[in-house]
């Protein structure tokens, strides 16, 4: 059961890391650029839906803080069913 929780919080901690990536490149890289389409290709089909349903805030985007933190519960869940069955 170990290496179950071990594998969902690397999982984790990898998409934390495309999440973050995708929001520094996207400050200092040009969209064209084939690093910036790589990571908006794997962050955008997530982050549209919550970009749906939050409303408009102005010039600022707060969808990728929502994904991480929808990040970090489902883990916590994920980790505290896997606990309860061992």
Known sequence: MGSLINAIEI???????????DI?????VDPSHPIRQTLDSIVSPVLTPIRNLMPQTGMFDF???ILLIIIRLVENILIRILRGFA
């Open 11 to 21: 999982l984790s901690f990898i998409l934390t890391l495309i999440v973050l990536a």
């Open 24 to 28: 520094v490149v996207s400050y200092f």
């Open 63 to 65: 969808s990728p803080l």
